[in-house]
């Protein structure tokens, strides 16, 4: 009913039958994120906002107090994600990380964390580097073309260079084809391509049970089976050539000797995961970096001091740990996450019944009594630019992060927080800083005109995904 939240007494924007509050999304005149931001930004006396998308719904979570308990101190009443996939429907997509539910999201969490140990994450780095150094001559080779390029096109590249030899163990010729076939099987995952897979994806979210009863599916049946093929044809190899390999692959299916947790098909799942979960988020992160530098090229100049200073200090080169101790590289990259944030909410959903009422004076003392079944929006990108907790919120300072302007870390949530946090945290960053680092050593970067300011985004991408693209220039140092 479009009167769930009146009858509750939660304060929320008048519903529209059918669209309820994400209309404007549903007809492609703003993304579901700009909907959310402005709602947030609409209700400041507000702790918690009554909302509906589609038919169904949301609690808005606006107050930071609020959203530490949904995600650290009551996390049992709300340990979910907000995704529900039949895995006879989608066997893949149901096995990923971010999809699993209650007791077997704990323990496979549980035992993927080992996974992504800093350990592990410095035995890739060597990888990381060869696909960073691949990179380089890539945009040399570029260069002589004198034409711009569009920021996506480098981090894509790369980060999916990082996915086929760290997660699949194999070469992706990432940098070498024009279309390469790895690159054709990870754009099947969240990118809309047309109208008609963005209005899906919408559908899938906005009215779930009605995709679940039409069998609509994240990844389609070719996807599956070429990763199921990938997978298979990488560990019969590594099996009969007594390969061992340090990779992700590896690490999973030793998971699957212990544990009947990991079928082969959870291998798959969770391979697939550096596509969904991993690569789309790390290239889009990536593109706006290289972009946000682009734009600030008084920043640009000091990080690549900085970039210079560690690498002669080092003798002549980075290490795992070097490119973790730059503090102005670690400052871009949140600041640049800050600004952009590529994920616009967190979507979780309430697993026990759960009663609010807020402490802090600014917010209107109502309660509210949450059902289990309600799903939860914490709205990153209103939170990240709230001038109540940035100054100047649409300006790009780095230098903020190292005076500690915000220490509310319920106000800056990139990879979310708590025992749901993204378990990829530390092998994307670092990899973003390899890639950051060996580019900004090697080229100066400047904006292209062929970018279309003011910036806009694709109404029906999940993620931030700027229409047009993000164009820049390139010259030696
Ligand atoms: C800079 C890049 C990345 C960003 C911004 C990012 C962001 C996020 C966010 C916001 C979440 C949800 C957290 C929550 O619900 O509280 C998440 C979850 C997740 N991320 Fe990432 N991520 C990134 C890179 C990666 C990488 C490289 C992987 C590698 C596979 C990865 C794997 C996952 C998985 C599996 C989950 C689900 C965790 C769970 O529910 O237990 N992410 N990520």
Redesign the pocket.
Same mark, same amino acid.
């Given at each position: 009913s479009l009167n769930y939240w009146v009858e509750r007494g939660v304060p929320g924007p008048q519903p529209f039958p059918v669209v309820g509050n994400v209309g404007r999304n549903f007809f492609g005149k703003a993304s579901q994120g700009q909907i959310f931001t402005d709602i947030y930004r609409t209700y400041q006396e507000h702790s918690f906002v009554g909302i509906f998308r589609g038919t169904i719904p949301y609690l808005l979570v606006r107050d930071p107090d609020f959203i530490r308990n949904i995600?650290v101190k009551d996390f049992k009443h709300f340990q979910d994600?907000n995704v529900t996939v039949d895995k006879d429907v989608d066997p893949v997509f149901a096995r990923?990380?971010?999809v699993?539910k209650g007791t077997e999201?704990k323990l496979k969490?549980a035992q993927?964390t080992s996974c992504?140990s800093s350990g592990k994450i410095k035995g890739f780095y060597p990888l990381l580097e060869e696909s960073a150094m691949k990179m380089i001559k890539y945009i040399e080779h570029q260069l002589m073309t004198s034409a711009p390029l569009e920021c996506r096109e480098i981090s894509v590249r790369f980060t999916l260079e990082n996915v086929a030899s760290c997660?699949f163990g194999i070469d992706g010729k990432c940098f070498e084809e024009d279309y390469p076939k790895f690159r054709e099987m990870a754009d099947e995952f969240l990118s809309p391509r047309g109208l008609l897979r963005g209005l899906k994806l919408t559908f899938i979210f906005s009215w779930p049970s009605l995709a679940k009863l039409l069998r609509m599916k994240f990844v389609a049946k070719e996807v599956e089976d070429k990763l199921l093929e990938t997978v298979r044809t990488s560990l019969k190899y590594r099996k009969e050539n007594d390969v061992v390999r340090n990779d992700?692959l590896e690490y999973v299916s030793q998971l699957s000797t212990n544990t009947d947790l990991f079928t082969e098909m959870d291998i798959v799942g969770h391979a697939a995961?550096?596509f969904s979960?991993?690569?789309e $988020?790390?290239s889009r992160?990536m593109g706006f970096f290289i972009f946000e530098l682009a734009m600030n090229p008084e920043c640009q100049h000091k990080l690549r001091e900085e970039i210079i200073n560690s690498y002669e200090k080092h003798g002549n080169s980075f290490s795992y740990e070097s490119i973790n101790e730059m503090e102005y590289l670690d400052a871009c990259f949140n600041e640049s996450?800050r600004k952009n944030s590529?994920?616009h909410h967190?979507?979780?959903v309430c697993t026990e019944a759960y009663t609010y009422t807020p402490t802090n004076p600014e917010y209107k003392k109502l309660s509210v009594n949450i059902e289990p079944g309600t799903p939860i929006i914490i709205p990153?990108t209103g939170l990240h630019t709230d001038p109540k907790y940035w100054k100047s919120p649409e300006k790009f300072i780095p230098e903020r992060f190292l005076t500690r302007e915000n220490t509310n870390k319920f106000t800056y949530?990139?990879?979310?927080?708590?025992?749901?946090?993204?378990?990829?945290?530390r092998?994307? $960053?670092t990899?973003?800083k390899v890639g950051i680092a060996h580019l900004f050593k090697n080229f100066v970067v400047e904006v292209n005109s062929k970018t279309q300011f003011p910036l806009t985004y694709n109404p029906y991408h999940i993620l931030l995904s700027p229409v047009g693209g993000l164009w820049i220039n390139l010259r030696k140092v």
């Open positions: 995600t994600n990923n990380p971010f699993i999201w969490r993927l992504f997660a992700f995961s550096f979960d991993g690569y $988020t790390s992160v996450m590529i994920l967190l979507a979780k990153l949530l990139p990879f979310g927080e708590g025992p749901r946090i993204c378990i990829g945290q092998f994307g $960053t990899q973003l």
